[in-house]
């Protein structure tokens, strides 16, 4: 049996563990976290990093960051995502309105979001699909225009880029995901990333129940007190110091993975070059980071069938993915689409993701190349 994931581990991982538990520094905002943001901090050259429970909670923050959100103002993001973007401005009272993507990334499609503002457009929260970043020139470039927070899901792209910058430092704020399922995991826990220094000292408070602690743990104030809203959102150290272990090996990761994805993309190049399924695209200017390796078949009932095959017959977990959120209840209800949606359903039904972990072998993909080869002989 090939497994669809492994969650990733680095050996260290015991021995920060343990020194968590012997030092008796379990709680949040320990050494190890301090060491997790400062790494993120150097690798992306975002202005801050501030380590939180999920990448949800991140997106949650990013929401109660952003000025004056009232209920009744809308957010333009994909369908062709996760919950959670959604949900942290549901949250909010806010109008998550989806805009279709584009076929070739799965990504927003950059050129349909302008049609979509309205007088009570606050956000634009881009999704970097599978770690490839999304055009956030010509993004930034529009929100800039219209006066737009942007706030990137940059849940899968830790370690990718765009011209240059970094997955999650473009945008207003930048949120990470270190669950079980993506490069580096802490279990459960993320990241907020804060381009503008002004941004930081509230985002404190907003993490910490609503209070000035963090000004208070550097020494800056000698009491601290509640001071605005907020909630928790700071992870226990004992999980920061699994993801320390991680981070160490990061490039060394990324590489393992790249190498998988790569090749996987030249064995299925024939099957691709003979119109039977569909590879992913990666445009230029974007630096994936092999988080995930996806096909597309003909359509929904071959791609159940090729799920079936692989699995049953073969021992290899394949899955699909989201299916989209404005068709979902709580979409329906408080959401709405934006234009045509000519992409985003008919390419979902298509898609399947084949396995891609940190420790997956080369001649692994190989069998799995193999035996989606022989499902279409
Ligand atoms: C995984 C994921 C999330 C949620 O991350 P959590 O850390 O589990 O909250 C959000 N968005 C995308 C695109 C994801 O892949």
Known sequence: MINFNVPPC???????????????????????????????????GTAKCLLTTSCTHATEMAALLLPDLEPGDEIIMPSFNFVSAADA??????VPVFVDIRPDTMNIDENLIEV???????????????GVSCEMDAIMDIARRHGLAVVEDAAQGVMASYRGQALGTMGDYGCFSFHE??????????????????????????????????????????????IDQGSSYLPSDMNAAYLYAQLERAEEINEARLACWNRYYGNLMSLAESGRIELPGVPEGCVHNAHMFYIKA???EERTALIDWLKEKNGIHAVFHYIPLHTAPAGKKFGRFHGEDQYTTRESERLLRLPMYFGLELEQVDYICDTVKRFYE
């Not at 401005?89 to 806010?94: E, I, N, S, T, Y």
């Not at 007088?119 to 999704?127: E, H």
């Open 298 to 300: 003909a359509d929904l």
């Open 10 to 44: 680095a050996e260290k991982a015991y021995d920060y563990i343990r020194e968590c538990v012997k030092n008796q520094k379990i709680c949040g905002d320990g050494p190890f976290t301090k060491m997790c943001s400062r790494w993120i901090e150097e690798k992306t």
């Open 116 to 130: 979509a503002v309205t007088k009570r457009t606050k956000a634009i929260v881009p999704v970097h699909y599978a």
């Open 181 to 226: 399922t993506k490069n580096y995991s802490m279990g459960e826990g993320g990241a907020l990333l804060i381009r503008d220094e002004s941004n930081v000292e509230r985002a404190e408070i907003i993490r910490e129940k609503g209070t000035n602690r963090s000004k208070y743990y550097r020494g800056q104030i000698d009491k601290y007190t509640w």
């Open 89 to 94: 401005f549901v949250l909010r009272g806010a």
